[in-house]
């Protein structure tokens, strides 16, 4: 008989993780189980925030429930692909039509299965540090080898284009770009997307533009679309509704392919291989995708006065007050990135720094060892909660932090 303790696990597990919803989490829904006191801000979940879907997207969906109940097409419903085609050729992406959509169970489910149509055993993926973990994870889940290139804290968190081009060799297959960037708020320049679109095209790269956040700009920093910048390379930008329709919990996301004029080779014969596997997205959710793509009031969230604008400033203006943090202000999506002067604190790494901040003070945030390699001393902080949840959170992180500076005092 085989024992539990028999079982073995695929040896790809070694080493995945997703810190976001790691041990960390689980400590955190412990102590919330045992009556303590927990603030978590480590979820870029808006709906969880006050920051509800426009009724119109809900209604959408409950009209459609009957006619939902059998699978849609392999890519997804003929009207929802249309929909996100209309959209994308509204941002100058004028050669998407319809049956270059793919509609998936959120970008999380796109981007796995895109990563297995490109990646072999061997084959590397560049990819941005920090990084949204669920790439890199998805990367080695593929069977591939994720080479994480740096973004510079000291240069806005803007990547160096020689550097990247130096990390390439013939095992590259593809190179990532995170544009807003998850978890930095950065917005990379259109001069920047150039410098790497001439470097997949120099190397034979496929691009993969992961743009989640893509309506989430402030002080009228502008996005580009990577695609826009090399209409002659392969390129899948991935899109959803779970940051822009504020409905996380749907599931719905979507890649665009641009950069293959014909229909017929190996990439897309991947791609509609591996989405008929999955049989089809989510049905009822599909029927989100018009109304949601219809009801655009992000840009209302972010202007000045607007909510999102207003729970950013709020959270950066009390970090920057903090002795010893220093944030670079994040110009798009929703999070911020401080680092934290350990030598001034005497902090241990970043993992061991946010389990005392959870353990000590009740507040839970993402780690930045847990988002690649980066420099020790980062934690990454959602700025969708309401300012009065901010400042507890800066009120908590400041009390950990004295406490710190006392024993550091003590010791001297």
Same mark, same amino acid.
């Given at each position: 008989m085989t024992r539990h303790a028999d079982i073995r696990t695929s040896p790809k597990l070694s #080493?995945? $993780?997703?810190?976001?919803? @790691? &041990? %960390?989490?689980?400590?955190? !829904?412990?102590?919330?189980?045992? #009556?303590?006191?927990? %603030?978590? %801000?480590?979820? @870029?979940?808006?709906?969880?925030? @006050?920051?509800?879907?426009?009724? !119109?997207?809900v209604r959408a969906v409950r009209d459609n429930l009957d006619r939902a109940c059998g699978y849609s097409a392999a890519q997804g419903l003929p009207a929802a692909r249309e929909a996100v085609a209309r959209h994308y050729r509204a941002k100058g992406l004028g050669t998407v039509r319809p049956r270059d959509v793919y509609l998936g169970n959120g970008v999380s489910e796109l981007a796995a299965l895109s990563l297995h149509a490109l990646l072999g055993p061997g084959d590397e993926i560049l990819v941005p540090a920090p990084d949204y973990p669920m790439w890199t994870a998805s990367a080695v889940l593929a069977g591939g080898s994720p080479v994480h290139y740096r973004c510079d804290e000291a240069s806005a968190w803007f990547p160096d284009p020689a550097d990247i081009a130096r990390r390439t060799t013939d095992r590259t297959r593809a190179l990532l770009v995170i544009n807003p960037n998850n978890p930095t708020g950065a917005v990379w320049p259109p001069e920047i997307l150039d410098a790497l679109a001439e470097v997949a095209r120099r190397h034979g790269l496929v691009l993969l533009a992961d743009e989640i956040y893509a309506d989430f700009l402030y002080d009228g920093t502008p996005h580009t679309p990577l695609a826009t910048r090399a209409p002659d390379v392969?390129?899948?930008?991935?899109?959803? %509704? $779970?940051?822009?329709? /504020?409905?996380?919990?749907?599931?719905?996301?979507?890649?665009?392919?641009? @950069?293959? &004029?014909?229909?017929?080779?190996? *990439?897309? $014969?991947?791609?509609?291989? *591996?989405? $008929?596997? /999955?049989?089809?997205?989510?049905?009822?959710?599909?029927?989100?995708?018009?109304?949601?793509?219809?009801?655009? +009031?992000?840009?209302?969230?972010?202007?000045?006065?607007?909510?999102?604008?207003?729970?950013?400033?709020?959270?950066? /203006? *009390?970090?920057? +007050?903090?002795? #010893?943090?220093?944030?670079?202000?994040?110009?798009?999506?929703f999070y911020a990135f401080p680092g934290i002067d350990r030598g001034r604190y005497r902090l241990g790494d970043d993992a061991s720094l946010a389990d005392e901040l959870l353990c000590e003070v009740g507040l839970l945030v993402v780690p930045g060892s847990g988002l690649g390699p980066v420099p020790s001393g980062h934690l990454r902080v959602v700025t969708l909660p309401p300012t009065e949840i901010l400042t507890e959170a800066v009120t908590r992180l400041t009390r950990f932090l004295d406490r710190r500076t006392r024993a550091s005092a003590g010791c001297g």
């Open positions: #080493g995945i $993780s997703y810190s976001l919803r @790691g &041990p %960390l989490a689980a400590q955190a !829904e412990r102590m919330r189980a045992a #009556g303590k006191d927990v %603030l978590a %801000l480590n979820l @870029g979940d808006p709906a969880a925030y @006050g920051l509800p879907t426009d009724p !119109e997207v392969p390129c899948l930008t991935f899109g959803g %509704l $779970s940051k822009r329709g /504020r409905i996380p919990g749907y599931r719905v996301g979507w890649l665009a392919l641009t @950069g293959c &004029p014909a229909r017929d080779n190996a *990439l897309t $014969s991947a791609l509609d291989t *591996l989405v $008929s596997l /999955r049989l089809c997205p989510s049905v009822p959710a599909q029927h989100a995708v018009e109304a949601a793509l219809r009801a655009d +009031d992000t840009t209302a969230l972010t202007a000045p006065g607007g909510e999102l604008r207003r729970r950013r400033d709020h959270l950066c /203006r *009390l970090l920057d +007050d903090l002795p #010893g943090v220093r944030t670079v202000k994040p110009h798009g999506a």
